[in-house]
């Protein structure tokens, strides 16, 4: 492994994206070489010292903030209305492949049914009110 | 508006005040990290969530959603820089990469006024040696070291490829390591 190979693995190294048989190159360049071993003993030191520090806080009030300003921007209200349209829209289509499930249910339960089922006969009003009011009929029980 | 439209609505500002709530000090430090500037940045951070709510029913993958955002935060903060040095006369905001300056006075540590002048001047060297790297290496630097963002996150961000994040984060550390070891080597100089 030549100086500029081994700067780039180091690199490569610190990030833990190299492998094993690289690392093992990388270890005898390094103790072969001084210049190399210096410069990755300061690039270990300056990375174990900047990762050391906790990241920059965001301030305490940003986040809601942030929701209020995105939630009543004009932009979003044009947003929201596209939402209840996309909502609204979505509402139709269950609605509609919901019915037509049911439909098709019933349609092929139709087909599958073997036994004839009665057929509703219109009845005269006239008919039923005479049957129901004559002598013997079901209301003289 | 019927109750489910109403219900869907309401769950959706749910999930994005769950969203702005996880995500927002990670766009905050990008922005930082490029703009340099905390008030510049938290504009950054509202501006990419007002882009945010507007495409929020659009989202299809949760798990793609934080790099999504870093690209909007990274795309703003870029147009931000472009537009100060449109404006040449108005400066930046004092350098500053504020994780660095604790390192003045670590927390919980006692130590003799000699250490504490030491670790002082190694900080301020630390410091003035990542400040001095161009940009492109110093935002590399402290969005992979201090931020802990992994090259995918930092590649979203700058709009740039994984392998450009790694090539640029090799070379900014080895200028770093060139700097610092000036800077030992002019310490050791009596």
């Known amino acids: 492994m030549k100086c500029k190979e081994a700067k780039v693995a180091f690199s490569q190294h610190l990030d833990g994206r190299l492998g094993n048989i690289e690392l093992e190159r990388l270890d005898d360049h390094v103790h072969s ?59 139709i289509a269950a609605a509609l492949a919901a019915m037509g499930l049911w439909i098709g249910g019933g349609l092929t339960t139709g087909l599958r049914e073997t036994e004839p089922r009665m057929t509703p006969v219109e009845a005269d009003p006239v008919e039923v009110a005479i049957y129901i009011w004559t002598p013997g009929g079901i209301l003289d029980d | 508006m019927s109750s489910r439209v109403l ?14 709530e996880n995500t927002h000090s990670r766009v905050y430090r990008v ?51 472009r537009l100060w040095r449109r404006r040449s006369n108005e400066p930046f905001d004092e350098a500053t990469i504020e994780p660095l300056r604790s390192l003045l006075s670590p927390e919980g540590t006692i130590e003799s006024p000699d250490e504490a002048v030491l ?55 080895e200028k770093l390591a060139k700097k610092l070891r000036r800077l030992v080597e002019r310490e050791k100089t009596p």
């Open chain 2, 7 to 20: 219900q869907a609505k309401v769950d959706a500002r749910e999930a994005f005040r769950d969203l702005v």
């Open chain 2, 31 to 81: 922005a930082l990290a490029l703009l340099q500037s905390p008030h510049e940045a938290e504009e950054v951070v509202q501006e990419t969530f007002v882009r945010a709510w507007e495409a929020f029913h659009e989202l299809r993958d949760p798990s793609a959603t934080t790099s999504w955002l870093l690209k909007i935060a990274g795309n703003l903060a870029r147009d931000k820089r």
């Open chain 1, 33 to 91: 070489c001084a210049s190399c071993e210096e410069d990755f003993r300061i690039m270990e030191v300056s990375s174990r010292a900047l990762r050391s520090l906790e990241p920059t806080p965001a301030p305490p009030y940003l986040a809601e903030r942030a929701f209020r300003v995105a939630l009543s921007s004009k932009r979003a209200a044009r947003f929201s209305g596209q939402f209840v349209f996309v909502a609204r829209r979505t509402a």
């Open chain 2, 119 to 173: 670790r002082k001047q190694r900080a301020d060297s630390l410091r003035r040696a990542v400040e001095g790297l161009k940009e492109s290496h110093r935002v590399v630097i402290v969005l992979r070291e201090i931020e802990e963002m992994t090259y995918e996150e930092i590649a979203s961000a700058l709009s740039i490829p994984v392998g450009t994040v790694e090539s640029r984060l090799h070379r900014a550390r």
